[in-house]
Structures are given as structure tokens and as C-alpha cells.
T-cell receptor, first 112, second 114 residues
Framework: GDSVTQMEGPVTLSEEAFLTINCTYT??????LFWYVQYPGEGLQLLLK?????DKGSNKGFEATYRKETTSFHLEKGSVQVSDSAVYFC???????????FGSGTRLQVQP | KAGVTQTPRYLIKTRGQQVTLSCSPI?????VSWYQQTPGQGLQFLFE???????NKGNFPGRFSGRQFSNSRSEMNVSTLELGDSALYLC?????????????FGPGTRLTVL
């Protein structure tokens, strides 16, 4: 079945450090890919998306490129802030049903 | 445009009771999906409704049920609560096909079963 694999957390960085959170997906079809962010005590917010190969999604300084050849959608940010501390989820639509399959989430902690 | 709203935000129940959670989607969105989030299992799909019809269901027991009204608002019900049902229940809405389009999530309902 469809699956999404994320790197284990927590990821702890100092402010202004470079961030990469790895995400790979099963290559069933050519799905749209999403990154969601969850701040403490809140629901999920869509951070960015890409709908086809080589697309780059970007928002709030975060970027991710849809790589079909490596089935990856890694999240990057050049300079993290304390306010970026949250849990990040990579997701793709299921092939056979109208639902999202999420990765396990990666907790990011940014220290001042 | 108002976002997805969920009520109540917090609930405490005891084993054996039943509970009903409510979700109001973004205006114009016809698809509503429900997810359960737990530390152990992560985010798991419960079911999806579109135009008052359940179109997809996840791998949850029959104690979990839902419905959607003509105004697209949705409710989910859990009967005979178990301790393992303690979770954050998230509702998401989307314009059309649910899952293929981006989904917009509400803040969730935190259910604690004692």
C-alpha cells in the first residue's frame, strides 16, 4: 500500500541553522505531495505542496522539491527560527481511497 | 473565510460511554474527512464524507461512525468508549475529491477516556 517515511526526530537546531527533514514516499502513480505543520495544541496547517515531478513548493522560507527519480520530497529551510518549533508531517493521497497517508511526523526544536 | 471549526475542543469521558464530535467545514467545501491522532499510531484515517455519503472508511471498528448533513457539517460518534480511544480527533475539509486536493484541518477535539 501507499506509505510515507520520514526521518526520526526530534531534530534540535540552533536559531539560524539550516534545516532538512527527509521524506520518501511509495511511487504509486504520480501523487500530489504535501508538508503539514502542527504547532503545540493545534491542528494541522498546510505548509506547502507540489503537484507534479520537479515542482518546488515553498512557503514561509520552507521549500520542498518533488523528486520522482528518488521518490523524495525533503523539506528545507535556510535559517530556522524559534517560532518554527513544531511537528512536521509529510503526506500523500492514497491511491485507492480519498484520504491522506501521513508520515510519522518529525518534531523540530529550535533553540535561541 | 472562516476555517474549519470543531466542537468541543476538549472532552473527558469514562469507559463505556459514547461521544459525539462535531465539525463545520470551510464554506463551499463538500468533503469532510476525519482522522485520529495518537502518539503511538500517528495520524490514521477514519472516514470521509461527500454530499452526505460516506465514500471511504479506514480500518476502525464499527464503534466509530459518522454522518454528514446537507450543509456539509459532519459529526462522528464513538460508542462504548475504550481507554485506547483517547486521542486528538481531527476533521479536515476540501473542495471536492478529498485526499487528492489539499485538505484544511480544524484544531481538533482532544478526547480523554478514563
Amino acid at each position: 500500500g501507499d506509505s510515507v517515511t520520514q526521518m526520526e526526530g526530534p531534530v534540535t537546531l540552533s536559531e539560524e541553522a539550516f534545516l532538512t527533514i527527509n521524506c520518501t514516499y511509495t511511487a504509486t502513480g504520480y501523487p500530489s505531495l504535501f508538508w503539514y505543520v502542527q504547532y503545540p495544541g493545534e491542528g494541522l496547517q498546510l505548509l506547502l505542496k507540489a503537484t507534479k515531478a520537479d515542482d518546488k513548493g515553498s512557503n514561509k522560507g520552507f521549500e520542498a522539491t518533488y523528486r520522482k527519480e528518488t521518490t523524495s520530497f525533503h523539506l528545507e529551510k535556510g535559517s530556522v527560527q524559534v517560532s518554527d518549533s513544531a511537528v512536521y508531517f509529510c503526506a500523500r493521497p492514497d491511491t485507492g481511497r480519498r484520504a491522506l497517508t501521513f508520515g510519522s511526523g518529525t518534531r523540530l526544536q529550535v533553540q535561541p | 473565510k472562516a476555517g474549519v471549526t470543531q466542537t468541543p475542543r476538549y472532552l473527558i469521558k469514562t469507559r463505556g460511554q459514547q461521544v459525539t464530535l462535531s465539525c463545520s467545514p470551510i464554506s463551499g467545501h463538500r468533503s469532510v474527512s476525519w482522522y485520529q491522532q495518537t502518539p503511538g499510531q500517528g495520524l490514521q484515517f477514519l472516514f470521509e464524507y461527500f454530499s452526505e455519503t460516506q465514500r471511504n472508511k479506514g480500518n476502525f471498528p464499527g464503534r466509530f461512525s459518522g454522518r454528514q448533513f446537507s450543509n456539509s457539517r459532519s459529526e462522528m460518534n464513538v460508542s462504548t468508549l475504550e481507554l485506547g480511544d483517547s486521542a486528538l480527533y481531527l476533521c479536515a475539509s476540501s473542495l471536492e475529491s478529498g485526499g487528492r486536493d489539499e485538505q484544511f484541518f480544524g484544531p481538533g477535539t482532544r478526547l480523554t477516556v478514563l
